[in-house]
DNA sequence: CCCGGCATCATCCGTTCGGCTATCGCGGGG
DNA sequence: CCCCGCGATAGCCGAACGGATGATGCCGGG
């Protein structure tokens, strides 16, 4: 390591303290990763990004109330001099992993990765490289030649709305569309899932993490 | 503090190693305070308690995988000499927190606590008193004076049914009762859990872990 | 240029749901 | 001993659902 290397600046965004405290501990271990700044929303991460200006922000998904992960990182992005973005989080679902990449974000490790692979992760992020956790990497590489049919955008649409327990009639209105339509949309669903009910469509979104519990 | 004192030992249980990795470091940085032993899952936490008798256990209730974080606790306070087993986790159902005391935890803690609050309530659950956060604590008093939604066996039964698409028909069939008994205990489902249909059921029983997704 | 996928809409029709009301046997707690 | 919760059962009825079938417009790839 060059001591003239500057090392690189880093954010946290993250709704929980003792997770922000924890992952300020663990980088700052490496002697070229600095911790120079932290957020718990979209708002206080925008300010704090304006001001340290950092190499990397590490970007939990699931920001409790207020703008999401994916949200926050397309507002950093979308800022002179963006920061790169490194998704750092719990749970997998395939629109999350998409949204995020759409966002602008450069890579997408899980919290169950070691410490290792995230510190490895961020210095190939600073390098202008992309990162997938194997995980992340193969739900992506399944949805593409699988034999599953994938689910278009409106269907997704259609299934979270399911899931909430609302009826066909309800849906049509939220989506300003005919309850024919919806009717429609359900039938390619129930055939593409496997399924012939409601409820065995909402279970197995769920459980191929098409739409999250 | 006293010299002679010997200091709180500790396990962590998480399954994520970025986390347990940072709880460590952010727990050491409190003199009085030691770690001696990190679980991923409920194998591993059983044989690092029985090895290290720790005072106290830092317990994530979602443990991926295999047995939850209840069901740990629960085992690891019937082992001899127990551990106190203080929860620390991101989400609160009120069934987590029930199922959670009733396995023997002494703590529920949630990780958008502060690191301050964390301490305090280690160092309370190891002269074995009670902690609670507030946001816990409140959800609990709350379920004390409204009907709680406790689901029968048979409700949940249905549950996992309701969860494979399958029709009341088909659903007594297999229960050997009748579709107005199936029709019955339905719609007890859907007044304890604040529903209206089975696609709503089928989402709240997953979310609030009341069937595996 | 044509085909196919997507989203949209429509009608028909039989089945299924879900709400309502009511009954019954059983077991436990006041 | 009586009441209550639980499981089981029944019938009624309007609303919702799911399947089948077909049609339109748009867009993109071959």
Chains 1, 2 share one sequence.
Not at 60 to 77: E, F, H, I, K, S
Not at 98 to 103: E, M, Q, V
Not at 125 to 134: M, P
Not at 156 to 170: F, M, P, R, T, W
Request: with cysteine; aromatic share 2%; proline share 5%.
């Amino acid at each position: 390591m060059d001591a003239t290397e500057p090392g690189l600046c880093l954010v946290l965004v993250d709704d929980h303290p003792v997770v922000r405290a924890g992952l300020r501990a663990l980088v700052e271990s490496q002697a070229d990763l600095d911790v120079v700044g932290e957020a718990r929303d979209a708002a206080a991460a925008e300010d704090v990004v304006r001001r340290t200006r950092p190499d990397v922000v590490l970007m939990d998904l699931n920001l409790g109330a207020g703008p999401g992960g994916a949200a926050t990182t397309a507002l950093l992005r979308n800022l002179p001099q963006p920061p790169r973005v490194l998704i750092l989080t719990t749970y997998v679902t395939e629109t999350d992993i998409r949204t995020a990449l759409d966002a602008g974000a450069s890579g997408y490790l899980l919290k169950d990765a070691p410490p290792d692979e995230l510190f490895r992760g961020i210095r190939a992020v600073a390098r202008g490289e992309t990162v997938l956790a194997s995980d992340v990497a193969a739900l992506l590489v399944r949805r593409v030649n699988s034999p599953e049919p994938a689910l278009t955008e409106r269907e997704v649409q259609i299934l979270g709305l399911l899931a909430d327990g609302l009826a066909n009639k309800e849906m049509a209105r939220r989506l300003l569309v005919s309850e024919a339509t919806v009717k429609s949309h359900l039938a390619h669903i129930y055939t593409k899932l496997a399924v012939e009910s409601r409820a065995g469509a909402v279970a197995k979104a769920i459980e191929q993490r098409i739409i999250r519990a």
